[in-house]
């Protein structure tokens, strides 16, 4: 009897304190081994892409498995597991461009992708260079779904994603890098030139000028010192002209996401780092699939909630991502008002109310967005159906695109309070008429561009020598010619003569106000 238990006993220290455990090693292939690793059975492992100088990471390969794992990618450890990294030379993947840079290291330009992966790392660096940029339409005709762009890459404009009809998702990876010439005050330079560790000795009580330093210095060369100069207490101040380590220095315009950054592509989900300054309004444009822009918590200048971005430096709603399902947006406190464009360019919104209960700096009223004393109309909803709109009294401004891409909505009064249509306000919508008060004085440009039925504006403003209106020349597009203007009788002549009416040729276009012949 005591043996059975004893036999029971040892069979179920075995069953419970034995946990299996695996090695998993990696054949890198590149010269740099990377360490093997213990897993218990039923762990995961992320894998990570290893960099070859003269070529490009596809993936790896494990003994007994067909399948590619990328990095980044998570495989669940269940035996022993042997990694073979796969490499292809660069110029099979991409089309690339080296280009040349006066005062700092040639860096690379990314002009097209090759490949058959659908998820990929663009790469750190090419033959020894930096890759810094990528080219319009540099995805066309792929089939890749999701992309991570490494962070030497610092500006992002001019359609890289557009008609890549495949893409899902897009983030950064990787080390912080680059080079830029700046012109640095002395105690600047100098702080940054003590630090051994990274720039080595370096006495600054000698001449530093045509020196450079190790590459992971902060200042990595000194061209020349400026002149001195004596400052408001006495003291004498110069600057040098350097190239600094943009790892360790950088300034907010260093990283930007400019004009059509994200624009015209199918991104479903972005991930932005900590480092972008600079987010133009229209970077997301025209973007039907976008659900949600992510940024990282550690970014000074913009913040996400919820996958909607907000400018934190001007307190406005940068983006509402066009496909986001969402009916009601409940605005932060701290928020005034809307980017240009940060509730138009993507017409198919599911809005269908802002919650400003929390928010003292703006006010809804009939699905229509306005500040805190109805001053500003900023946003008229998409989700609104009706045709005809009679501005309420006391509003002085039409908002930047308030009405613009609005489908249903077809004319338009404004109120004898109004004094400014900003710009875009109606570009892009179906509107058909509208009617502007005599208060009217400015009339920024684009307010009435790309809008196809359009067919009369009336202006109720006598123009005098004292009485003028300010219209921009591009106010709506100058192509046209299925459109009336329609004003008082005793100012045909006046406004035949404005700028606008004589620069566009829209003179031929002006009718005397029905009734007012």
């Not at 005098?464 to 300010?470: A, H, K, L, M, R």
Request: include cysteine.
């Amino acid at each position: 009897m005591v043996k059975i238990i004893m036999l029971l006993i040892g069979v179920l220290w075995i069953g419970s304190g034995c946990e299996s455990s695996y090695s998993v090693e990696f054949e890198t292939g590149n010269g740099e081994p990377m360490e093997s690793q213990t897993f218990s059975s039923g762990e995961t492992l992320t894998l990570e892409a290893p960099q070859k100088e003269d070529a490009y990471f596809l993936g790896w390969e494990r003994s007994g498995d067909s399948t590619l794992y990328g990095a980044a990618d998570t495989v669940e450890v269940t035996e022993d597991m042997v990694f073979n990294a796969v490499y292809e030379p660069y110029e099979a993947v991409f089309s690339y461009t080296v280009i040349e840079n006066a005062d700092t290291r040639d860096t690379v330009r990314l002009d097209s992708y090759k490949g058959e992966q659908t998820s990929i790392d663009l790469p750190l660096s090419i033959e020894g260079y930096p890759v810094s940029r990528l080219a319009s339409y540099m995805f066309e005709d792929s089939d890749v779904e999701s992309v991570r762009v490494p962070k030497t890459v610092r500006h992002l404009a001019n359609f890289p994603f557009s008609k890549a009809q495949s893409l899902r998702e897009v983030s950064f990876y990787g080390e912080f890098g680059g080079e830029r010439k700046r012109v640095l005050p002395s105690d600047e330079v100098y702080a940054y030139l003590e630090d051994t560790s990274q720039c080595g000795d370096v006495d600054i009580d000698a001449d530093i000028t045509q020196k450079s330093f190790p590459d992971d210095c902060p200042i990595l060369d000194v061209f020349k010192k400026t002149d001195t100069v004596t400052g408001p207490d006495g003291n004498l101040y110069y600057s040098y002209d350097v190239v600094v380590n943009v790892k360790h220095h950088y300034e907010r315009a260093d990283y930007r996401i400019g004009l059509d950054g994200f624009s015209a592509s199918n991104v479903e989900t972005i991930h932005l780092h900590e480092r972008f300054g600079y987010i133009d309004p229209q970077a997301f444009k025209e973007t039907p699939n976008l659900e949600d822009v992510h940024i990282s918590k550690n970014n000074p200048y913009y913040q996400s909630v919820d996958g909607v971005l907000y400018d934190e430096e001007s307190n406005n709603l940068h983006t509402l991502p066009g496909n986001k399902d969402i009916e009601t947006l409940h605005m932060p406190s701290h928020i005034v008002g809307l980017m240009p464009g940060a509730l138009s360019y993507n017409p198919n919104l599911h809005l269908h109310a802002i919650d400003v209960s929390d928010n003292d700096n703006l006010s809804m009223v009939d699905g229509i967005l306005y500040d805190a004393i109805q001053s500003e109309l900023i946003h008229y909803l998409h989700s609104k159906t009706t045709t005809h709109l009679d501005v309420p009294t006391n509003v002085e401004v039409i908002g930047p695109y308030a009405f613009s891409n609005h489908a249903s909505l077809d004319s338009v009064i404004l109120p004898e309070s109004m004094v400014l249509i900003r710009s875009s306000a109606f570009q892009g919508s179906n509107i058909t008429s509208v009617r502007i008060a005599s208060s009217v004085i400015q009339i920024e440009r684009d307010a009435f561009m790309d809008a196809p039925h359009l067919t009369s504006i009336t202006f109720e403003r006598d123009l005098t020598e004292e009485s003028d209106i300010q219209i921009h020349r591009r106010m709506l597009d100058p192509s046209i010619d299925d459109i009336t203007f329609y004003v008082s009788k005793g100012s045909v002549d006046a406004y035949k003569a404005h700028d606008f009416f004589e620069h566009t040729g829209f003179k031929a276009y002006i009718e005397p106000i029905q009734g007012d012949e």
